[in-house]
């Protein structure tokens, strides 16, 4: 994998040609849909038949649902941009790449986001092809795309009338390492899956949803060659453990399937796996990459007021009642469980995740915590947050993170971000045109900070 890294001057600048980049996806999308499909049928009579148990409604819970869908659009009509950012941020300066043992870029939340229509994304290619061309080494720029890859429901079935419209949005996130340099150095992909992948279903639908983007993405690698794949492999949870150097371990993992899932001996496994990922690390820092984040001050990490939602919310928040809330009582157990290998192996360094739709550092306030918690979930959409107990920086604005790890052992966190108007580009061609290559120059390095 890489390390991190952040952008001075102007990266290889997009062509006009390149903003035109919806039509030539389209184009690849028609060209390799059939057999993608038929890949997914074929593989079908594969699937492990999990608990495919209905589960009924008593009034209760009914009533708790109900009660999340007020607060939840209560919670929508109120939110708004917010940022917590410290006084005076002198940004740090890039290191020379000759000194520099890998990156990794961070986007989550990504499912909105349009190619041709997305200045973040053309931005971001530049910025990998930008690393790419200037690390020495094949296989030292990773991108982590940190799960709801998909609006809203996940990757849907052949037959929908919007699978056109998921597939070009998957296509513009695997186009972040199909640039020249990005292909020569052998860039790679790792798309982690995040609760709307899942189409917020356990069991037997929700695994064939995943089961369907593992394959879609497999048959753009075969075709393409891009270097690319869904992981953890969907239905397992994870770990992945890939080391890319002497310098750190990363560990994958799948909440969702944590959070959907009813299998106790299969969490206690991915909880001995982490362990055992810990002990066999050596001097290696370790990161753990998910798409829930660890600590967070946003809509999922408890960050509104009690009046925002009439009480709703903020009373299902603290009962752990909403289960894609980091308070949900599943969550809770994997929070438990990892903190108690924090304790007897001490803390990763970072904990990355995305599910909020805003841009956040925050450093450790128990020992048991990883050093940083950090959020890259500002892909397609925003959320508001706001300060909580040891954030180091926090904006709700569209943007991606880099980390730079040098061969010296430094770590060094970036944020990229813009404005919002330039989160979405307009349809018409000449708006189109214009948003995009004015966004394209907005966005830039907001925050940096020396993690190691």
Not at 205 to 229: K, N
Not at 302 to 308: C, H, I, K, M, T
Not at 312 to 341: C, T, V
Not at 349 to 373: K, M
Request: hydrophobic fraction near 40%; glycine fraction near 8%.
């Amino acid at each position: 994998m890489n390390g991190l890294a952040r952008v001075t001057g102007n990266p290889s600048r997009t062509s006009v040609s390149r903003l035109d980049a919806t039509h030539v996806i389209a184009n690849r999308i028609s060209a390799s849909r059939i057999s993608a499909d038929r890949m997914i049928a074929d593989r079908m009579v594969e699937f492990p038949v999990r608990n495919t148990r209905r589960r009924g409604l008593s009034a209760p819970t009914f009533l708790l649902t109900a009660a999340t869908l007020i607060a939840v659009l209560l919670s929508a009509a109120c939110a708004g941009p917010s940022v917590h950012t410290p006084s005076g941020v002198t940004l740090l300066p890039d290191p020379d790449p000759a000194s520099v043992a890998s990156v990794i870029f961070l986007l989550g939340d990504a499912g909105e986001a349009i190619p041709g229509r997305s200045p973040l994304l053309e931005r971001m290619r530049d910025d990998v092809e930008w690393w790419s061309e200037r690390l020495e080494s094949d296989s030292t720029v990773t991108v982590l795309v940190l799960g709801d890859n998909v609006y809203p429901r996940g990757l849907r079935a052949p037959e929908d009338e919007e699978r056109g419209r998921d597939s070009l949005v998957i296509m513009g996130q695997l186009d972040l390492v199909t640039g020249p340099e990005a292909r020569s150095k052998a860039a790679y992909l790792y798309f982690l899956t995040g609760n709307h992948d899942w189409g917020l279903r356990e069991d037997w639908e929700g695994y064939i949803r995943v089961r369907r983007l593992e394959d879609f993405v497999l048959a753009q690698r075969l075709r393409t060659g891009v270097r690319a794949e869904v992981t953890p492999a969907p239905g397992s949870g994870g770990p992945v453990v890939i080391d890319r150097n002497d310098h750190y371990r990363l560990l994958i993992l799948d909440t969702p399937w944590w959070l959907l899932s009813n299998e106790a001996e299969a969490h206690t496994a991915l909880l001995k796996a982490v362990d055992e990922a810990f002990v066999t690390a050596g001097d290696r820092e370790i990161l753990i990459a998910a798409h829930h984040p660890f600590r967070a001050g946003g809509p999922h990490g408890g960050n509104f007021s009690f009046w925002e939602t009439l009480g709703a919310r903020y009373l299902l928040f603290r009962s752990g009642a909403i289960l894609q809330d980091i308070s949900s009582r599943p969550y809770r157990d994997l929070e438990r469980g990892l903190q108690e290998i924090f304790r007897r192996h001490g803390p990763p360094l970072a904990f990355i995740g995305g599910h909020e739709h805003s841009l956040q550092l925050l450093e450790a306030v128990e020992p048991t915590d990883p050093s940083f918690s950090i959020v890259s979930g500002a892909g397609s959409k925003l959320s508001s947050i706001g300060p909580v107990e040891g954030m180091l920086f926090g904006q709700s604005a569209p943007g991606y993170m880099r980390m730079i790890f040098e061969k010296n052992g430094g770590v060094t966190l970036s944020v990229v971000s813009a404005p919002e108007q330039f989160q979405h580009c307009p349809s018409e061609e000449e708006a189109r045109v214009a948003c995009m290559e004015a966004g394209i120059s907005a966005y830039n390095t907001v925050f940096s900070k020396r993690l190691r």
